[in-house]
């Protein structure tokens, strides 16, 4: 992954983002009950992804039970990849837009994993 790809968030965005209107003693303390902290070395930066992942944990979300629940309709990623090959061969005039837009699902799903 290149830097490029690395997305941290400020401490005040963040704090508008949990409603707060600045980052309070209230933000803070939210932070510290749900073990949301800065990157390490990088004060008043948080990452995303593990803010994500203590929200979850604080409510009992497993990774599973995310993964499936933000994939549309409740497909996997590979189900409605057969779908969507399945379509373009039903309908040819279609499916080289199709599939070239499958294609490029694919790889941004691939990019997303690593």
Known sequence: M??????LIPTPELALLFGYS???????DFCRRTGIAPVPGR?????PKLIRARLDAVQGISAAEREA???PMGWSV????????H???VSPDESDAVLRKLNRA???SQDTKM
């Open 43 to 47: 004060r008043g930066w948080y990452d």
């Open 2 to 7: 290149s830097p490029s790809h690395i997305q």
């Open 106 to 108: 694919k790889s941004l």
């Open 78 to 85: 590979r189900y409605a990849a057969q779908v969507i090959e």
């Open 22 to 28: 600045e980052p309070s003693a209230s933000f803070y």
């Open 69 to 71: 629940t933000s994939q």
């Open 87 to 89: 379509y373009s061969q």
